[in-house]
């Protein structure tokens, strides 16, 4: 696994917790 494969997993896991628990949760991700 490379560096760009580990930020597109963390950004999609950031959109799911997004959806699940609300946006506001976003900010805590950055």
Same mark, same amino acid.
């Given at each position: 696994?490379?560096?760009? $494969?580990? *930020? $597109? *997993? =963390? ?7 997004? $959806?699940?628990? &609300? *946006?506001?949760? =976003?900010? =805590?991700? &950055?």
């Amino acid at each position: 696994m490379n560096t760009s $494969d580990a *930020i $597109d *997993i =963390l950004r999609k896991f950031k959109v799911n917790f997004a $959806d699940k628990y &609300g *946006i506001k949760t =976003l900010g =805590l991700f &950055g």
